[in-house]
């Protein structure tokens, strides 16, 4: 036996590692530090940074990428993870913090636009060349792996771009870039995919060949000269932004823009918006998402030109033929190739990047708004549901405002916890109330709980704790509002009302189902039925882990837009990703929907059952006799060569027989 001095030092050492391991074992906790103003996803860059001697010696973690020339910061960073592996937290203890490593991750914000005061000249932020090592000329890093911000679909292509825009005398000179990068991918016989704030959790923006991260094209641009535009634009108002910048973001511009005095805001906003303020506002476009107003069209429907960085590199600006908003002259100064064709131009208003990459466009605003907002939780009642299939709000007991139309009208079902029998419904809806003063501060937004500790516990829950986790969540984060003293909230602009993140504590995951309005009795009833079955189609114990978000637009003239009816319920299943048996629910709703006779789409940009069974989307997008996915291919057809065809493809639009391939009708919808 040792003496005890080497018995204490054994002991001392072997307290050690056992302090090591205990340590070592929390090391799956990561922190992370968020913008509320800002989301992005995609290239984020890791970091080691050592500290020595208890501090003494510090590193710290470049960011330059995220820089502009003569702006240091750039538009500062989105999101900063701290990551402790089990190394770093051993390494701090052995050496009694002498040595204290830390894992990091970092990723820059998006650009926000600046719209300069009314008639004044536009000033663009000086650009410089990529400062990353690794990056090219265009900022195109190699074999650089993409993931959206849920992390569940996942790219590595052989380029990922993070272009800046190029200095120059003016704003043409920013799209540079972008146009050697398409004509590089196009001698290189490589796909092009541009990428937005990674909201999608569809395949449609993973790429194989370069993906281009849009978030430096995020500013605001000048519109054609009034005698350039044509009759029908001249009484609306219309701004033009790159394609990189988020909705909230856009709206944000909107809103403080001043007037041609620069003494008060002029104050606009977008005329819609989805259910959520974070994705940019051309991918929100480019993938059909629904918008916020019953009586609207979705957001891509107020687009009214297109900007292209088209086939080798060269720009087209796209219009429709019956609503053209200018008479060409402007698209001529850009130097961009004027096309005037309705075809081309509903294919490519929700053309999922196949006609090109959006560098900008132009997008109908109006006055700002207040919105006054209710939210009362009532049952899924018969009368609430004859509601929700006639819109007949004059038959709505339980209206804030009795024989009125609202703005918005939005019902979020917990299909679990129920009231009287029936499952709850949070039903929200949004009245005009007025102007917006110039220069009002807006506070006093009623907030949701914090529901990170049930989201998170959601994942690997126990399936028959999902409906008490879920009455948590949902409680949370659906308040009551202006109900009586204690919930009075103030009327406020669009942008206030819908989220510009994601709930803290647990990645998103989403999958939307629209179907015409009038089939919404049978549809509800086929949805919560599938969702009371708890049951897998393998026989597993499963339980739906999200809600129903519910909404009512009206038809989109995008031709992938998933609102195709004329009056349109989109119903989303906002759930949590990583739950074994999620894809087959999704599944199991689509079989519901078709056994019920329901016609419905599903929204290309979100989790959906068409990659499973490609022939079913040429079926669902066969409406009143409208071959919608033919007349996409012969869009693409017209627009664009067959090399170019190429270009603008991706295994995903190949394997739904948007690109490539044509894929037929028939069904596969299983037992």
Not at 409 to 426: K, L, S
Request: hydrophobic share 40%; net charge negative.
């Amino acid at each position: 036996m040792g003496t005890p001095r080497g018995r204490s030092f054994a002991q001392a050492v072997l307290a050690s590692f056992a302090l090591a391991s205990a340590a070592a074992s929390t090391s799956c906790y990561t922190y992370r530090f968020r913008s509320a103003n800002d989301s992005a996803a995609g290239l984020t860059r890791p970091h080691v940074l050592h500290s020595f001697f208890w501090g003494a010696t510090q590193a710290e973690a470049p960011y330059r990428h995220c820089a502009l020339a003569e702006d240091p910061g750039g538009e500062g960073l989105w999101q900063v993870q701290l990551e402790p592996t089990g190394l770093d937290i051993v390494a701090r203890i052995l050496t009694l913090g002498i040595w204290a490593p830390l894992h990091v991750s970092y990723d820059c914000a998006p650009q926000r636009p600046h719209l300069p005061a009314e008639n004044a000249p536009p000033i663009f932020a000086a650009a410089q060349v990529p400062d990353t090592e690794g990056a090219d000329r265009n900022g195109c890093y190699s074999d650089e792996a993409w993931e959206n911000i849920s992390g569940g679909v996942r790219a590595k292509p052989k380029k990922l771009c993070v272009p800046k825009p190029e200095a120059g005398p003016d704003f043409r000179s920013r799209v540079a870039p972008l146009e050697r990068i398409v004509l590089e991918a196009g001698q290189a016989n490589l796909p092009v995919r541009a990428v937005g704030a990674g909201w999608s959790f569809s395949q449609a923006p993973a790429g194989t060949g370069y993906m281009v991260d849009m978030r430096w094209f995020g500013e605001a641009l000048p519109p054609p000269p009034a005698e350039d535009l044509a009759p029908a634009a001249k009484a609306l108002s219309f701004e033009h932004f790159e394609a990189g910048t988020a909705v909230d973001s856009v709206n944000y511009a909107l809103e403080t823009r001043r007037d041609e005095t620069r003494t008060q805001e002029k104050g606009e906003q977008l005329l819609t918006m989805g259910g959520s303020a974070g994705q940019t506002w051309i991918g929100a476009a480019q993938t059909g998402t629904h918008g916020s107003a019953i009586d609207l069209a979705p957001i891509a429907d107020h687009v009214w030109a297109l900007h292209v960085v088209g086939e080798g590199g060269k720009r087209v600006w796209i219009e429709s033929a019956r609503r053209p908003y200018s008479r060409g002259a402007f698209a001529t100064t850009l130097g961009a190739t004027y096309v005037r064709d309705d075809d081309v131009f509903d294919a490519a208003l929700a053309g999922l990047g196949a006609f090109g990459v959006v560098y900008s466009a132009v997008v109908q605003v109006e006055p700002i708004h207040d919105y006054e907002r209710h939210r009362i939780i009532v049952p899924l009642d018969a009368g609430l549901r004859a509601v929700m299939q006639t819109l007949d709000f004059g038959a709505w007991k339980d209206s804030p405002r009795p024989g009125q139309r609202p703005y918005h009208f939005e019902v979020v079902v917990d299909p679990y916890n129920r009231i009287g029998g029936n499952p709850t419904a949070y039903v929200t809806t949004l009245w005009k109330a007025g102007p917006h003063p110039p220069g009002k501060e807006t506070s006093g937004i009623i907030p949701s709980d914090n529901v990170g500790p049930y989201l998170r516990a959601m994942v690997s829950a126990d399936p028959r704790d999902v409906p008490w986790l879920e009455g948590k969540i949902l409680s949370g984060m659906y308040k009551s509002i202006n109900t009586g003293p204690d919930t009075k909230e103030p009327a406020a602009p669009l942008r206030y009302m819908f989220p510009k993140g994601i709930p803290q504590g647990s990645k998103p995951q989403s999958a939307e189902f629209d179907f015409p309005r009038d089939r919404f009795d049978q549809a509800i009833t086929a949805i919560l039925r599938t969702i009371d079955h708890h049951s897998t189609s393998a026989g597993d114990l499963f339980y739906y882990p999200g809600a129903l978000g519910i909404r009512f637009v009206k038809q989109t003239r995008a031709l992938l837009g998933a609102t195709i009816y004329p009056d349109t319920v989109t119903v989303e299943f906002a759930g949590i990703p990583g739950v074994a048996g999620l894809d087959d629910f999704y599944q199991r709703v689509n079989r519901a929907l078709w056994a019920a006779g329901v016609p419905h789409t599903q929204h290309l940009g979100q989790a959906n059952t068409y990659m499973a069974c490609p022939q079913e989307l040429h079926d669902a997008f066969f409406v009143d006799g409208i071959d919608r996915i033919q007349k996409f291919r012969d869009a693409r057809t017209r627009f664009l060569s067959p090399s170019a065809q190429a270009t603008f493809s991706s295994e995903h639009t190949d394997t739904l027989g948007l690109t490539g391939a044509p894929v037929g009708g028939g069904p596969c919808r299983g037992p």
